[in-house]
C-alpha cells in the first residue's frame, strides 16, 4: 500500500514578522491544519487504498526528532509540507529530514509561499521535488497518481516540478475549487483534535472551518491571492458541523476570509441553526459595512458569540492609503451594535501603515482605546510579498530590494523582513506595539471584565497562561524602553 504523510511543521525557526516572539503561533490558540485536512480527504476520495497520515508539529509539539523517527517508521512515498514564508525554515529543514530517512520519498511543498514563488521554492532546496500552488484539493489527487505512477507531473495547472534531466517545469497556474460542495469533508479524526482550542475566550473543544472561500476586495495589504468569491450551501455545511459535533466540538471558528461579505448569508445560516435547535457556539471574522442590527440579533439568537473586525487604522487617510474601504464612522458603529447585541469584539489593528507617524499612531491608539471591544489584536505592518504596497516599495525604492524572493531562493533562520520605514525603525514599531497592548489590556476596566468572566478552573488556568503571554510582551517593552 502506498503511504503519504502530510505534515504542519514546527515553528521553532519561524522569523518574525508582524507581531513580537512572544505571540508564537501556540499562544494564541491551537487550531487543526485544515488546508492538510482537505486534502487528505479528497486524495482518500480518490484513492481510497492510499495509507494518509497528518502530523500537526504546532498542535503536537513535535520536535524535529519526533518528525524523523514518524517519518523513518513510516517511509512514505510521499511527503507533503504546509509552508507560509514564515515558516519556510522549518519547512526546508524536515524536508531534508524526510530525505535522509526516507530517501526515495518525494516531497512536496505547498502553500501561500508555493503558490507566491513556486520556481524560487524548488531551487532554495534539493530536498524539495514539486510545488503545489492554489487551492489543491483537486490538483494534489493528480498528482499524487502520477508521482506513485512514476511518472513527471507535468500538465497538471499550478504544479511545478524537478525533472529528471535537472530542469524545472514552472506552471504559474493558481487553480480553485469552484464547487465547494463538492469536496469531502476534512477528517478532523486524523490529527489531535481533542488539543484545539482558542485562548479569546474558548469554553471547550474548538475548531476551525470554512463557509466561504475567496475575497473580492482589495485592500493593498492583503495577500489573499484568490479574489473568486464562493459560498457553500447550507445543506453541506450544516452535514460538516452536525460531523463535528458528533467529536464533542462545541464551538466554532469562521476563518473565511470574510464571513458576512453577504448580510442575507450571516441570517441564512444564522436561522439554520435556529431551525435545527442546535447548541453551537460560533465567531466569525467580519467586515463593518455589512453589520446591522438585524444581523447580529439573529446571530446572536443563533450562538454568535464573536467578531472579529479589521479595524487597521484610527486614521482616515491611512484607511484610504491601503483602500480598506471604511471609515472611522462604520467601524465604531459596527463594533458598537454588536457589543450592544451581546456579541463580543476582537479588533485587529496594525502598525506602521504606509503614510503613518507617530501622530497618526497616537491616533490609532487612542481610536482603539475608544473603541467598544473586548480583545485586540494587533501586528506591525509587514510588506507581504506579491501584494500591492510591496510592489509600491520596491517601485518608490522605500525597500531597496525584492528581499522576500532572495529570502525565497535562499531561506535562512536570521532572516528579518523589512517594514515601512517612513517614520519608524523596526524596534520602534514594535515597542509601539508594545505599547497598545499595555495601554489597552492594563485598564482596570479590562481586567475587571476579564475576571468576571472566570467560571471554572480551566477558565482559571486559560486567564494565567494569557497573563503570562501578557508580562513577556510588557517585559520585553520595559526592558527595551529601559536600554534605550
Known sequence: MSKILLINPPDQKMIQGAVPRELGRDRMGKYPPLGLLYLASSTLAHHPNLNIRILDAIADSLTENDLMAAIEEMQPD???????????????????????????????????????????????????????????????????????????????????????????????????????DALPFPDRRMVSYLKHRCILGSQGLTTNILATRGCPYKCKYCYVNIKNYRIRSLDNLMAEIHDCISLGIEEFFFVDDLFNIHRKHVLAFSERILQEGVKIRWNFRGRVNQIDEEVLAKARQ??????????????????????????????????????????????????????????????????????????????VFTPYPDTPLYKEGLESGLLPHDYWRDFALHPKADFEPLIWSEFYTKEQLFDQLRTLYRRFYMRPRFVLSYLKKIRSWADFWQLVKNFLTFLMLITAFESRRKTS
Request: aromatic share 6%; charged share 20%; with cysteine.
Open 302 to 379: 443563533a450562538g454568535c458569540t464573536r467578531v472579529h473586525f479589521g479595524v487597521e487604522s484610527g486614521n482616515p487617510q491611512v484607511l484610504k492609503r491601503i483602500a480598506k474601504g471604511t471609515n472611522l464612522e462604520s467601524i465604531r458603529r459596527a463594533l458598537a451594535l454588536t457589543r450592544q447585541a451581546g456579541i463580543e469584539v476582537s479588533s485587529n489593528i496594525m502598525i506602521g501603515l504606509p503614510g503613518e507617524s507617530p501622530r497618526e499612531t497616537e491616533e490609532t491608539i487612542r481610536f482603539a482605546l475608544s473603541l467598544e471591544t473586548d480583545y485586540i489584536q494587533a501586528a
Open 78 to 180: 510521499i511527503v507533503g509540507i504546509s509552508v507560509y514564508s514564515f515558516t519556510m525554515v522549518d519547512g526546508v529543514d524536515v524536508a531534508r529530514i524526510a530525505k535522509r530517512v526516507a530517501p526515495n520519498c518525494q516531497v512536496v511543498f505547498g502553500g501561500f509561499h508555493p503558490s507566491i514563488y513556486p520556481e524560487e521554492t524548488l531551487r532554495c532546496s534539493p530536498d524539495i521535488d514539486v510545488a503545489v500552488a492554489g487551492e489543491a484539493e483537486e490538483t494534489f489527487p493528480l498528482l499524487v497518481e502520477q508521482l506513485l505512477n512514476r511518472q513527471p507531473p507535468v500538465g497538471i495547472p499550478g504544479v511545478s516540478v524537478k525533472l529528471a534531466n535537472g530542469n524545472l517545469h514552472v506552471d504559474h497556474g493558481m487553480p480553485f475549487v469552484q464547487n465547494l
